[in-house]
Structures are given as C-alpha cells and as structure tokens.
C-alpha cells in the first residue's frame, strides 16, 4: 500500500507562481513513475506531468516551458513548480504514483489563478 501526501496549493495572481508537493510513503520500490493530474470545474482530468524513477519526464503542451516536475533525492517526494501561470490552470491538482499494477491518488489540492 502506498499513501501520497499532497501540499503547497493556494491562491496566485495571473503570472505567478506556485510549488506543489506529494510525500509518497509505503511499499513504493525502485521503479515507479510519479506524477501530476488536474481537474477543472466540469472538466475532465487530464495529465499535467509526470516523472519516472529513472528521472525521465513528460508534460502536456500546455505546462510545457512553464511547469517543471522533479524528485527529491530519497526518491519519496516529488515537487511541480508553477510558473507563470494562467487563469486556466484552476483545477484541483492530484498527485499519483503507478507502482507495478498499481496506481494511487492523493486527496487533491486546489490551484487557483486569479486576480
């Protein structure tokens, strides 16, 4: 079993920026992909980042150049740090990590963009 741990969410004004981070503890392994999901209101969730235990990473187009995944070294805590952000980028944030067959969620954090 694998619990995340999710933090850092708030309030910003158009263009600025934001750090989230996901605390991962459990049976995670050595080989994992970590990463970060968003939901906007009647929306659907989509993939904003994700980084591998490797340290391979993947963004869709529209964090690309703005938002940057990393790892910590212990390899247990991921960050994704917001820049330059967007009235669009409102959405309750989720963290997961896919160990083997398995995926796990956080609770959630909410991003919100506006001035």
């Known amino acids: 079993q694998v619990q995340l741990v999710e933090s850092g969410g708030g309030l910003a004004q158009p263009g600025g920026s934001l750090r989230l981070s996901c605390a991962a503890s459990g049976s995670i392994g050595s080989i994992y992909v970590m990463g970060w999901y968003r939901q906007a209101p009647g929306k659907q969730r989509e993939l904003v980042a994700h980084i591998s235990s490797s340290g391979s990473t993947n963004y869709a187009d529209s964090v690309k150049g703005r938002f940057t995944i990393s790892i910590d070294s212990a390899a247990t805590t991921n960050y994704l740090q917001l820049n330059s952000l967007r009235a669009e980028d409102t959405a309750v944030y989720y963290c997961?990590?896919?160990?083997?067959?398995?995926?796990?969620w956080g609770q959630g954090t909410q991003v919100t963009v506006s001035s």
């Open positions: 997961t990590i896919i160990v083997g067959l398995s995926d796990y």
